[in-house]
């Protein structure tokens, strides 16, 4: 077969894959602390690690990947509440929070009060502080830009805001949440400047999103065609050359 064709194939796959994640973006334009996922393409050269592999092999064996995705971690708009328990993030970094499947990391900042007057997120998911859950009770409510939470006043505790070094230490665990990839990915403690009263919108750009999106359809209906010019033109002659 064709070795272009295989090259063809992984451009294909990898526009689909950007496709997948652009689309994604787009549905999540109006999810409160939501970070845009961008793609990344690169070469690689199957024939690398081959000795006896020719310049030719060299030049025709290339394969398009989508490289490791990153995230934009740029803040997003701020979205006034007025709202005690409405908490916005400055900077680069999560609120922690534990979930049946261990510590997980968010940017949406709509608190509430749960069972037994923990404090957690808009899904129920205990919220961190620097001393574990941070249980409040009645009374008014005020986190300061260090995230200190207070109860009339009282400190209660702070919330645990970590960031991670590696920016391909976590992955995304549905719209809202963030999952470490291994176990070896530690977070350290962030310095954060948290805003009460503020949500935090999602920082992805609807335009450029689509304008993105039509840009991924174009190089696949491109790609798309040198596919027919393989296997329609090029091996026709050249089964027709042989053939003679």
């Known amino acids: 077969m064709n070795s272009g064709l295989y090259t063809a194939f992984s451009g294909l796959r990898a526009e689909m894959t950007a496709l997948d994640m652009a689309s994604h973006n787009l549905a999540n334009v109006n999810t409160v602390g939501f970070k845009e996922g961008r793609a990344f393409f690169t070469l690689l050269n199957q024939t690398l690690n081959d000795q006896d592999s020719s310049q030719v092999g060299a030049a025709v064996n290339n394969q398009v990947v989508l490289a490791e995705g990153a995230l934009n971690e740029s803040d997003g708009s701020l979205l006034a509440t007025g709202r005690d328990l409405d908490i916005a993030l400055s900077g680069s970094g999560y609120l922690t929070v534990q979930t049946p499947r261990g510590l997980r990391y968010t940017r949406d900042g709509g608190l509430a009060i749960g069972r037994q007057d923990f404090l957690t997120t808009r899904d129920g998911y ?3 502080g620097e001393n574990g859950p941070i249980q409040l009770g009645q009374g008014k409510v005020r986190i300061d830009e260090q995230g200190s939470v207070y109860l009339d006043g009282n400190l209660m505790d702070r919330l645990k805001l970590v960031t991670f070094n590696d920016p391909r230490a976590l992955q995304r665990e549905g ?22 009263g503020y949500l935090e919108q999602s920082n992805v750009n609807a335009i450029a ?6 840009g991924i359809l174009r190089h696949f209906e491109a790609i798309q065609k040198s596919v027919n010019l393989l296997m329609n033109e090029v091996n026709a002659k050249a089964i027709d050359r042989l053939g003679r």
């Open 175 to 196: 719209a809202a949440l963030m999952a470490p990839v291994s176990d070896k990915m530690k977070a350290v403690p962030a310095q954060l400047q948290v805003r009460q």
């Open 126 to 128: 205990v919220l961190l």
């Open 209 to 214: 999103g689509v304008v993105g999106m039509v």
